[in-house]
């Protein structure tokens, strides 16, 4: 049960940690709708269950701090702050979209917000939030770097370059690998030596074994706040793994129908982050009809911005020959 | 005026561009400390620090990463890969990330990064560290690509590169690093896509790169000797912008053209030469463009065989001779790969 007297959390940061989690819950639903209606194509990965682990972080993050995330980014991508339009329209394709079209839903970057990118290729992006962690360094700011990925980029060459780099140059990052337990279509532990992927690889490169239940908002808020204070008073990375489930399958293709059934009925039904997380507000005493009335905003934040995406033209064709190049263009000789 | 080494320039280069600005740092394997494995860092790290230059583990991975995260913020890295076939093992970065991320988010992200990394072959190390992979870089928008063949263009391309807003890869070539030129001032500037005529002629246009330019420009000396042939040869310098200008005007003038290349025969830079001249100036050409690259295998190790492999001057010279003398455009080291 809750313990309302030595509550670390409050109320306040408590709403904003719902609001947040709500919002990535219900966009992420309505892209799903929009796929179902054709008006997104091509493919998309959806964190339906995860919401949790980006919601943390985007609460416990600065503005300044820089945040990567994998091509099941779009949570990651509005916990900082993107717009719903900006992430709904680029998914469709639309001029409103946060690169207009071009980067599409694996793709999403943001840098206004500290969004500077979502990476489709396995492991990459560790080693680039070494270089934004390097830069804060180098320049003697105080930004810290957050990097996401899940449990099956613990395999790939990349991941074990950027944790050991991270740590001989004592960087300001936090990996974040949140284990869905599914490797794609592929249970994680079927292709891993040890059972816990992130987390029993931490002691190779002398960083604690941290291992959070990643449906849990308030542990996941307390892990992200310590790891984040750390990072910022230039004492070194963290490694975080943190237990989760999706809610779907792998990709728009993908049913999921690998996993058992009761496996997943018991995450939906008992291990719902966002379902949990209502009641723990309740037993927090928090007033329902203030809980409610965030629902609603959001909800209807939501039809509101699939309105604009809706409405927001398709861009223009002279968009494929911009922007290979700082000048704007993409002539390649003279 | 003093007299400076390829690798000599490469150090001084790298110093002349930290020393503007502050931004700009170098990170590699075996930079610092050891002053690079070709030597052609010393000095740095005396002179700039570990902040400024860092010596990275065996990661290539990891540090065209770091560089380009770095670079995400509007810091100007040189990162360094040691030998270009280690590209391979970091291409992800390079082909997918470096060069695209531009693209893909609408012009939100500069990476403003130099890749200097050598080149090409003649040291005998055999097929996984002797490659003239320029041709990589080259089919990947987004990427430009250098290869500069003297001290002085060095100085002047690296200058350039750094200053410049997108990702640059710097090929230096190993066989040029004791290449030696008289330099007058040493802090130079040379555009990027400029090509560079090493000999003046108007029989025939010889297209080069990196060691490449050098032999063609010997081979140049050569045919006017020996042959009565004057030979225009035209240093690429970059092949990522290209000058395709100062090719048109000489093509038009000579109406052959002889590209020399250090790579493999498909699909080398030389391929992408021919096509753009027979697109601009078909109507000016006496005849096929002649192609001189190695022949379509891994670089073999011992001396006979990779210097039998890798154009020489006097192969230049002999397609040269055959194709002006002898009206014959066969070019026999480009056979194996196809059936006749």
Not at chain 1, 228 to 243: T, V
Not at chain 2, 134 to 158: F, H, Q, R, T, Y
Request: net charge negative.
């Amino acid at each position: 049960m809750v313990d309302k007297l030595n509550d670390d959390i409050g109320e306040k940061k408590r709403l904003q940690l719902w609001e947040m989690m709500l919002k990535l819950r219900l966009v992420e639903k309505k892209a799903y709708d929009l796929f179902l209606q054709n008006l997104i194509k091509g493919t998309s990965h959806l964190a339906l269950g995860q919401e949790a682990i980006a919601g943390a972080f985007g609460v416990a993050l600065k503005q300044g701090d820089y945040t990567f995330c994998t091509y099941r980014g779009h949570a990651h991508t509005l916990a900082r702050g993107s717009s719903i339009e900006g992430v709904l329209g680029e998914l469709m394709g639309r001029q409103c979209g946060l690169m207009k079209g071009k980067g599409g839903s694996m793709h999403l970057t943001d840098v206004d917000k500290g969004v500077m990118g979502s990476y489709a290729i396995i492991g990459a992006h560790l080693t680039i939030a070494n270089g934004t962690a390097l830069a804060s360094k180098y320049n003697k700011t105080n930004e810290v770097s957050v990097c996401f990925f899940g449990d099956g980029t613990t395999n790939i060459g990349a991941f074990h370059e950027a944790l050991n780099m991270a740590k001989i140059w004592n960087l300001p990052i936090v990996f974040v690998c949140e284990n869905n337990l599914y490797m794609e279509y592929t249970p994680i532990h079927e292709v891993t030596a040890v059972e816990h992927p992130a987390a029993d690889r931490a002691s190779a490169y002398d960083l604690d074994r941290v291992i959070v239940d990643g449906n849990d908002a308030d542990e996941m808020l307390r892990i992200a706040e310590k790891a984040i204070s750390k990072a910022r008073e230039g004492k070194g990375p963290s490694l975080i793994e943190a237990k989760t489930y999706r809610h779907s399958g792998h990709s728009r293709a993908d049913p999921g129908k690998y996993r058992p059934d009761e496996e997943v009925k018991d995450w939906m039904e008992n291990k719902d982050p966002i379902k949990n997380y209502r009641a723990k507000l309740l037993d927090f005493n928090i007033n329902e009809k203030i809980i409610s009335e965030i629902e609603e905003k959001i909800k209807d934040q939501v039809e509101k911005a699939t309105e604009i995406s809706m409405a927001s033209p398709i861009p223009e064709i002279k968009e494929i020959y911009t922007d290979v190049w700082a000048n704007g263009g993409s002539e390649w000789h003279n | 005026m003093a007299q400076l080494t390829y690798r000599a320039s490469v150090s001084l280069a790298i110093a002349q561009s930290m020393r503007k600005d502050q931004k700009v740092f170098f990170i590699g394997e075996d930079v610092g400390a050891a002053g690079g494995v070709f030597k052609a860092t010393v000095g740095l790290l005396e002179e700039f620090g570990k902040e400024r230059v860092m010596d990275a583990p065996i990661s290539e991975q990891a540090i065209l990463g770091a560089a380009m995260g770095a670079a995400m913020t509007g810091l100007r890295p040189i990162a360094e890969i040691m030998f270009s076939d280690f590209l391979a093992v970091c291409w992800d970065i390079v082909a997918n990330q470096i060069a695209k991320t531009r693209y893909m988010s609408d012009g939100q992200i500069n990476i403003p990064l130099v890749i200097r990394t050598a080149n090409g072959g003649g040291s005998k190390f055999g097929a996984q560290h002797s490659q003239s992979l320029e041709n990589w870089s080259m089919m990947i928008p987004g990427l430009k690509v250098v290869a500069p063949s003297c001290p002085s263009d060095v100085l002047g391309l690296m200058d350039s590169a750094v200053k410049d807003p997108d990702p640059v890869i710097f090929y230096e070539h190993k066989s040029l690093y004791a290449f030696k030129e008289e330099i007058e001032q040493t802090d130079i500037s040379i555009p990027i896509g400029e090509a560079n005529t090493l000999h003046e002629g108007k029989d025939i246009t010889i297209i080069g790169l990196a060691l490449m330019a050098q032999r063609a420009k010997e081979a140049a000396l050569i045919l006017k000797d020996k042959h009565d042939i004057n030979a225009k040869v035209i240093d690429l310098r970059s092949l990522v912008p290209l000058d395709l200008q100062t090719i048109k005007k000489s093509v038009i003038e000579t109406g052959h053209v002889l590209t020399v290349e250090e790579n493999p025969r498909l699909c080398g830079w030389g391929a992408e030469i021919s096509s753009l001249i027979s697109e601009h100036c078909f109507k000016n050409l006496k005849g096929p463009v002649t192609r001189v690259t190695t022949p379509h295998v891994p670089l073999p190790s011992a001396d006979i065989l990779e210097d039998n492999t890798i154009p020489s001057v006097e192969l230049i010279v002999n397609e040269v001779v055959k194709k002006l003398k002898e009206n014959n455009y066969g070019n026999n080291n480009a056979i194996p790969w196809r059936n006749s």
